[in-house]
């Protein structure tokens, strides 16, 4: 199966190699060439990141064909149609299918896999412990036994994330935390004021469109709950909960970090229900809230998190309750669905 650097095919040139695969299949070949997988070195996000931890470990899951080696030519193919497709060499692994169900007219020889199908295509890559030999190995990325825990633990995550082409095939987009539409899908979000100093609001995921947690994938992504103030001051109060896998905080220049809680949507209770209290100078006030998805790239003094792009799930007004309607008027606004980094 398709797994991190170092690649044990012996005599192979795997940028000549891949050339050839974009060549003969070039809408895959597009598609993926605007993917994170092909970015995957060479995305700013995690330039930055590695600038401050530039470890060999990393370039062997962002840069898997070049690995320690620094060769730019191999770095900018981050993870390639081989890394995934010609993992042991000669043949090429595909999916399992039906026989007569077509790929017969390859001119190149097949290995079909029900392995390749499900998701252990991408388990070594999305699933994996800190770099350091704790007694108790500490895992940086759970998605896979996310998934296996989740609703849609039959589902494969090829079912999800590499959708059928109108025309035959795969999508290779791999689209995900940047696709502000499909994540405002699957998280069904209420709000409301019980009293005037209380803010309610309810997160519900559809555990069957989402196969592990959400936020999944990098240790540091969360989801921030916030209302803040109409206060006419220039520093609005803001109250704010972050629904995350906490970390204590690593030594300067240390990655090791221990996860002290995990509250993501889809560990624990769903619906999650977030009851934040205001500052009792609001309670005479509207205000406004907001859940967005933050991908973070680094902690910084104060607990502070340094966010470098997201999505707005939900947002809008809520006035003080008693004094008319009570008022969810944003909600599924028209506001950019991204914004920040890319
Ligand atoms: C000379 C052209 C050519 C080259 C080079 C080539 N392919 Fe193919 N490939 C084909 C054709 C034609 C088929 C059969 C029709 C189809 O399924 O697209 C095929 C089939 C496949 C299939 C099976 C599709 C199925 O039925 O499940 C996979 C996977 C695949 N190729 C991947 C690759 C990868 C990865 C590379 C590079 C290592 C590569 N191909 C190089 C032409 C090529
Ligand atoms: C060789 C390692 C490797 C394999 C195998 C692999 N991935 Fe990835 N994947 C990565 C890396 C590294 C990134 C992060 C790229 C970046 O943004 O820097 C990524 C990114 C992604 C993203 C985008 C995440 C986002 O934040 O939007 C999705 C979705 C994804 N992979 C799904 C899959 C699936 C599904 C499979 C199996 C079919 C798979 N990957 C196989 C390494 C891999
Ligand atoms: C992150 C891993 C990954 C990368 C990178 C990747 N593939 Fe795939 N590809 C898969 C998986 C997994 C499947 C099978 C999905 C299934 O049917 O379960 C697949 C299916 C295919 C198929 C058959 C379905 C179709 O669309 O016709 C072809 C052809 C193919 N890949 C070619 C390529 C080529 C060419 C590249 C590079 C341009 C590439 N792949 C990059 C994982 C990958
Ligand atoms: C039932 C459908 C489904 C399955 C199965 C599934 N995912 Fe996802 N995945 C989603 C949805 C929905 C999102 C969130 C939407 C988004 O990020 O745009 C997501 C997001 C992600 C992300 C981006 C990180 C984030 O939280 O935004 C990664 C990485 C990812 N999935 C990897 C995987 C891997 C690896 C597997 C298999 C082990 C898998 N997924 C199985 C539906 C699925
Ligand atoms: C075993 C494979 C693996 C290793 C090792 C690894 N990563 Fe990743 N990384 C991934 C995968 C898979 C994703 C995609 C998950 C997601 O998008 O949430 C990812 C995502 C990221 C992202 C988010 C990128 C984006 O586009 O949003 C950053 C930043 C990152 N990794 C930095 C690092 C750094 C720094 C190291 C070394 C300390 C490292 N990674 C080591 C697999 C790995």
């Given at each position: 199966?398709?797994?991190?650097?170092?690649?044990?095919?012996?005599?192979?040139?795997?940028?000549?190699?891949?050339?050839?695969?974009?060549?003969?299949?070039?809408?895959?070949?597009?598609?993926?060439?605007?993917?994170?997988?092909?970015?995957?070195?060479?995305?700013?996000?995690?330039?930055?990141?590695?600038?401050?931890?530039?470890?060999?470990?990393?370039?062997?899951?962002?840069?898997?064909?070049?690995?320690?080696?620094?060769?730019?030519?191999l770095e900018a193919i981050g993870?390639?149609?081989?890394?995934?497709?010609?993992?042991?060499?000669?043949?090429?692994?595909?999916?399992?299918?039906?026989?007569?169900?077509?790929?017969?007219?390859?001119?190149?020889?097949?290995?079909?896999?029900?392995?390749?199908?499900?998701?252990?295509?991408?388990?070594?890559?999305?699933?994996?412990?800190?770099?350091?030999?704790?007694?108790?190995?500490?895992?940086?990325?759970?998605?896979?036994?996310?998934?296996?825990?989740?609703?849609?633990?039959?589902?494969?995550?090829?079912?999800?994330?590499?959708?059928?082409?109108?025309?035959?095939?795969?999508?290779?987009?791999?689209?995900?935390?940047?696709?502000?539409?499909?994540?405002?899908?699957?998280?069904?979000?209420?709000?409301?004021?019980?009293?005037?100093?209380?803010?309610?609001?309810?997160?519900?995921?559809?555990?069957?469109?989402?196969?592990?947690?959400?936020?999944?994938?990098?240790?540091?992504?969360?989801?921030?709950?916030?209302?803040?103030?109409?206060?006419?001051?220039?520093?609005?109060?803001?109250?704010?909960?972050?629904?995350?896998?906490?970390?204590?905080?690593?030594?300067?220049?240390?990655?090791?970090?221990?996860?002290?809680?995990?509250?993501?949507?889809?560990?624990?209770?769903?619906?999650?229900?977030?009851?934040?209290?205001?500052?009792?100078?609001?309670?005479?006030?509207?205000?406004?809230?907001?859940?967005?998805?933050?991908?973070?790239?680094?902690?910084?003094?104060?607990?502070?998190?340094?966010?470098?792009?997201?999505?707005?799930?939900?947002?809008?007004?809520?006035?003080?309750?008693?004094?008319?309607?009570v008022e969810d008027a944003e909600?599924?606004?028209?506001?950019?669905?991204?914004?920040?980094?890319?």
């Open positions: 199966m398709p797994h991190p650097a170092p690649q044990a095919r012996a005599g192979v040139d795997a940028l000549a190699r891949n050339a050839e695969c974009e060549s003969c299949h070039p809408e895959v070949a597009d598609e993926w060439r605007a993917s994170l997988h092909a970015e995957a070195f060479t995305v700013r996000e995690f330039q930055h990141a590695f600038r401050s931890e530039p470890l060999a470990f990393c370039r062997s899951c962002h840069a898997p064909e070049a690995g320690p080696a620094k060769e730019p030519a993870v390639a149609c081989v890394t995934c497709h010609l993992p042991e060499g000669e043949r090429v692994l595909a999916a399992a299918r039906p026989a007569g169900a077509g790929g017969g007219a390859a001119p190149h020889p097949l290995a079909r896999s029900e392995r390749f199908a499900s998701d252990e295509a991408c388990a070594a890559c999305h699933e994996f412990t800190f770099p350091d030999r704790r007694p108790v190995p500490e895992f940086m990325q759970t998605t896979v036994r996310e998934h296996r825990r989740s609703a849609a633990a039959e589902r494969p995550c090829a079912d999800c994330h590499m959708p059928e082409r109108p025309g035959g095939g795969r999508s290779h987009a791999f689209h995900a935390s940047r696709d502000g539409a499909w994540m405002r899908s699957v998280v069904a979000i209420e709000a409301s004021r019980p009293t005037a100093e209380e803010v309610e609001i309810r997160l519900e995921l559809d555990a069957a469109a989402v196969g592990h947690a959400l936020p999944t994938g990098d240790l540091f992504r969360q989801i921030s709950v916030e209302a803040r103030s109409t206060r006419r001051s220039l520093r609005p109060l803001t109250v704010r909960r972050v629904l995350a896998r906490h970390w204590s905080a690593g030594g300067p220049g240390s990655i090791h970090r221990e996860e002290l809680a995990d509250d993501r949507l889809g560990v624990g209770d769903n619906p999650r229900i977030v009851r934040l209290t205001l500052d009792p100078a609001d309670a005479a006030l509207a205000v406004r809230w907001r859940v967005r998805y933050e991908r973070v790239e680094s902690f910084v003094a104060g607990g502070e998190a340094l966010v470098v792009g997201g999505v707005v799930l939900g947002e809008g007004l809520l006035e003080v309750p008693g004094d008319g309607v909600r599924g606004s028209t506001r950019p669905s991204y914004e920040g980094g890319r």
